[in-house]
């Protein structure tokens, strides 16, 4: 039987400390995968265990869009199971690969379903993992990425635990700024800010910010939030429990250790 989640549950993508590695793709010209901010990835025999059932999420969900193709819900988890296993793709021509999949896919859901947000944001997703296997082609992704997210934004901004807002702030605040793409900090604000005001309990969302804050040298803005972000962390950690957010976590703790550590 196809794995069933909603558009809210954790997928395989929030399941590695490489999560966020589409949106930090952008490196000055050069738009290769960037390293996050907390440094090391899991341990191997954890990535082999998530990158396992993403894997089998992805079979299973590619069966069940194969069978169905004009099966709505089918053709956004496969867009979805799509991006979570090329996170863990071991070369670009594999993520390239899995990756056009799910564009392909997001593109025909787009089309028949315009105003399916996680058609959208799936769509915008994918586009993220084909930009990492290219370096001056990206540039070419970012203006639809843009379009696509701001798209399920304003459909649903809910979505993803405010996800079209969190992933707008990260590729604002990643991608080179003008002339050469749309990086705007003042953008990157806006947007990862708007993520926390709408999910405030979201782990992602309180880190994305306060990373930024660090990145962006605003350490007394830091330190007044260092508090804040500790209570959020310890509360969802009561609510966002279990097996299923157990790498989430090793990724948010990881972080969130960086973060006290620069701060101090």
């Excluded at 894997?55 to 194969?66: C, P, S």
């Excluded at 990157?188 to 309180?206: G, I």
């Excluded at 007044?224 to 948010?252: F, Y």
Aim: aromatic share 8%.
């Amino acid at each position: 039987m196809a794995t069933s989640y909603s558009a809210d549950e954790p997928a395989a993508r929030r399941q590695t400390g490489r999560a966020r590695a589409w949106a930090a793709a952008w490196l000055a010209g050069t738009l290769m995968a960037a390293a996050s901010l907390a440094g090391d990835e899991p341990p191997p025999a954890a990535t082999t265990n998530f990158a396992a059932q993403a894997r089998q999420v992805y079979l299973e969900a590619r069966t069940l869009h194969e069978s169905s193709p004009t099966n709505v819900t089918a053709a956004w988890h496969f867009a979805r199971a799509c991006f979570d296993w090329a996170e863990f793709a071991t070369n670009d021509t594999q993520r390239a690969g899995l990756a056009h999949e799910g564009i392909e896919a997001g593109r025909s859901l787009v089309a028949s379903e315009p105003k399916l947000a996680v058609a959208h944001y799936y769509l915008a997703l994918n586009l993220g993992q084909l930009a990492r296997t290219k370096s001056l082609g990206a540039l070419k992704l970012v203006d639809e990425m843009e379009k696509q997210f701001t798209m399920a934004r304003e459909l649903d901004p809910q979505l993803d635990h405010a996800g079209p807002d969190r992933c707008l702030g990260l590729l604002y605040r990643d991608a080179p700024g003008w002339p050469a793409s749309l990086g705007s900090r003042s953008k990157a604000r806006r947007h990862l800010q708007r993520a926390v005001d709408l999910c405030p309990d979201f782990p992602e969302n309180q880190l994305n910010l306060i990373e930024s804050q660090l990145r962006w040298g605003e350490r007394k803005l830091v330190e007044r939030e260092l508090p804040h972000i500790a209570k959020v962390l310890t509360r969802a950690r009561a609510a966002l429990s279990g097996d299923v957010w157990a790498a989430s976590w090793a990724d948010w703790d990881k972080r969130w250790e960086v973060v006290v550590t620069k701060a101090g």
